[in-house]
């Protein structure tokens, strides 16, 4: 079974709107953390958000907030006001305790914001 | 802080041949993570360094293999290039203090002909 799945390939929104990538996972790991990253086409992939497994509160920075579902093993990304450079390749993870520092990723979703 | 850096960017070889790719940390950082980027496997994890040491392996064969040195600095070799080595190869390093979130480098994209 995949670990992480990302289920939308490729997205559009619309500039200064909202817009949620789903993200679900699976293990059996009581201890374990999601990130969110994003890939310009440049290729550098940038952090852009963390939840711990423990955490009470969903995870926000910025524009980004992390709505966070445990029972459901859902970790949405959802990115407030887009902005045209917001289009770009972005991946959820996720670093199980049991497996040290490896990140394990998803398909990706490709997200293009429309002027 | 500079963030880190790899070397080359870009890299062409040819079948048989053997690359290395280097990968600097952020400054403190001592945990280093190597991961391959290819359109049909996605991302996924090769290896991770701490302290000199190899402290985890991803799945991929001998012919990958990496180091790290003294100041935490690390490549990574491939011996004997096969065409599906082409991909962008990504280096992330961690610590401790950065709550062991990975922050990645600008890759070093090879093309194996």
């Known amino acids: 079974a995949q670990k992480i799945t990302q289920t939308q390939p490729g997205m559009f929104v619309q500039e200064k709107e909202a817009v949620t990538l789903d993200c679900t996972y699976d293990t059996s790991d009581p201890s374990y953390g999601l990130f969110w990253y994003k890939q310009p086409s440049s290729g550098e992939m940038i952090f852009l958000i963390y939840?711990?497994?423990?955490?009470?509160q969903n995870a926000t920075e910025g524009r980004y907030s992390l709505n966070f579902q445990k029972a459901r093993k859902s970790a949405n990304l959802v990115i407030s006001a887009s902005q045209l450079g917001d289009s770009a390749m972005y991946f959820c993870?996720?670093?199980?305790?049991?497996?040290?520092?490896?990140?394990?990723f998803g398909g990706g979703t490709r997200l293009m914001v429309k002027p | 802080k500079a963030g880190v850096t790899q070397t080359p960017r870009y890299l062409i070889k040819t079948r048989g041949q053997q690359v290395t790719l280097s990968c600097s940390p952020i400054?403190?950082?001592?945990?280093v993570s190597w991961y391959q980027q290819t359109p049909g496997q996605g991302l996924q994890f090769l290896f991770e360094y701490f302290s000199e040491t190899q402290r985890n392996k991803g799945n991929f064969p001998g012919r990958f293999s990496g180091r790290q040195f003294s100041n935490s600095r690390s490549e990574m070799n491939v011996s004997t290039l096969e065409l599906g080595d082409s991909a962008l190869y990504l280096c992330?390093?961690?610590?401790?203090?950065?709550?062991?979130?990975?922050?990645f480098g600008p890759g070093t994209r090879l093309l194996v002909l």
């Open positions: 992330a390093s961690s610590s401790r203090t950065s709550g062991e979130t990975q922050y």
């Open positions: 939840q711990g497994s423990y955490d009470q």
């Open positions: 400054s403190g950082h001592r945990s």
């Open positions: 993870a996720m670093r199980e305790i049991g497996a040290g520092n490896m990140l394990t």
